[in-house]
T-cell receptor, first 115, second 113 residues
Framework: KQEVTQIPAALSVPEGENLVLNCSFT??????LQWFRQDPGKGLTSLLL?????REQTSGRLNASLDKSSGRSTLYIAASQPGDSATYLC??????????????FGKGTKLSVIP | NAGVTQTPKFQVLKTGQSMTLQCAQD?????MSWYRQDPGMGLRLIHY???????DQGEVPNGYNVSRSTTEDFPLRLLSAAPSQTSVYFC????????????FGDGTRLSIL
């Protein structure tokens, strides 16, 4: 069974700092990996999607990398801002039971950027 | 486009009651799914659909039913509510299953007394 782990569970940084969020998964037979942002009381917003054949994706100040063989992904946030404060979720897309497609989520990293 | 719309946003039920959580998307997405989010558990897949008329079970399907009569709508039914079903429920959709990001609704916060 696929398991996704995110470390740390919470992170507090001063504004302007570069930071890295970590995600690890146990089964490397994946189709893709997605990073989401969740604000309190809100749904999830997709930030970056990396296909299993790709090594990284970039969007603005965000860069996500994928090392499928070692079961790791990182989300790099450059020049953090208070508006980046949210919970960041990593999700792995893979075959589930009976040929289904299933996203398996980590429990998230709660980021606080202090002005 | 409204994206993925979930109704209601909040609901309180008594044990044993039934209800339907609504999910609609206006993006012509084929793939739709339901998740529940619980503290310390993360999001878990309940049911999913790869197109109209096709549904299947996810990781935690017991106590829930779904149907997909149209591309746009994917309702989730609680047959006989139990306190263990107190959770936040999210509906998600994507155009294809394997290579497109998932779009999520804002969730339904459900309390079972």
């Amino acid at each position: 069974k696929q398991e996704v782990t995110q470390i740390p569970a919470a992170l507090s940084v001063p504004e302007g700092e570069n930071l890295v969020l970590n995600c690890s998964f146990t089964d490397s037979a994946i189709y893709n990996l997605q990073w989401f942002r969740q604000d309190p009381g809100k749904g999830l917003t997709s930030l970056l999607l990396i296909q299993s054949s790709q090594r990284e994706q970039t969007s603005g100040r965000l860069n996500a990398s994928l090392d499928k063989s070692s079961g790791r992904s990182t989300l790099y946030i450059a020049a953090s801002q208070p508006g980046d404060s949210a919970t960041y979720l990593c999700a792995v897309g893979a075959r589930g039971g009976a040929g289904s497609y299933q996203l398996t989520f980590g429990k998230g990293t709660k980021l606080s950027v202090i002005p | 486009n409204a994206g993925v719309t979930q109704t209601p946003k909040f609901q309180v039920l008594k044990t044993g009651q039934s209800m339907t959580l609504q999910c609609a998307q206006d993006m012509n997405h084929e793939y739709m799914s339901w998740y529940r989010q619980d503290p310390g558990m993360g999001l878990r897949l309940i049911h999913y659909s790869v197109g109209a008329g096709i549904t299947d079970q996810g990781e935690v399907p017991n106590g829930y039913n779904v149907s997909r009569s149209t591309t746009e709508d994917f309702p989730l039914r609680l047959l006989s509510a139990a306190p263990s079903q107190t959770s936040v429920y999210f509906c998600a959709s994507s155009y294809t299953v394997f290579d497109q990001p998932q779009h999520f609704g804002d969730g339904t916060r459900l309390s079972i007394l």
